[in-house]
C-alpha cells in the first residue's frame, strides 16, 4: 500500500477526547459526522482543512484517554491514512488496526515532521520518505498488514469466512 500526504503534527500526550471530543460520544453516530469534529480541540481548522491521505505526525503516547472507538474512527473518516507516533497507548493502537488505520511507530520521523510537510509511506516496503531523507520501521505482521489491507478487522473477516 502507498500513502501520499501532508503531515499534520501534534505533540505528546494527544488523548481521545482532544482527537474526538467526549461531549459527541452519545449524540454522534455517522462516521461522516465524527469527521466534521476530528481533532477539534488541538486544532479548529483540521477538519475542514484535512485531505484524503494525510497523515498525522505525534509524539509519545497518541491516544490516550479513554478506549473509545469514535477517536479512530473520526480520523479514519476524515482522510487520514495513517499516524505516526513516538508511541501509541495500547488500546488506541489495536483500535487502529481493527479500523484499518496505519499507525507506526518512529521516534525519528517524530522530531523532524513539520506541519504541511509531503510524505510518503510504503508499507511494501516499510519506508517513509520525508524530507529527502529515507526511513524504515518494522514491518507489520502478516496478518495486520491483511487486516489494515482490507479497511479494518470487520472486513476482513466477511472477506475471508469460508461459505
Known sequence: ?????????????????????????????????????AMEDADPEFAANVREGDVIVAGSNFGCGSSRQQAVTSLKYAGIRAIIAKSFARIYYRNTINLGLLAIINSEISEIAKNGDLIEIDTDKGIVLLNGKTFTYPSFPEYITKIINAGGLIPFVRDNIKK
Do not use: Q
Open 1 to 37: 500500500m502507498l500513502v501520499k500526504g501532508r503531515i499534520w503534527c501534534f505533540g505528546d500526550d494527544v488523548n481521545t477526547d482532544i482527537i474526538f471530543p467526549g461531549k459527541y460520544t452519545y449524540s454522534i453516530k455517522e462516521p461522516e459526522e465524527m469527521a466534521k469534529h
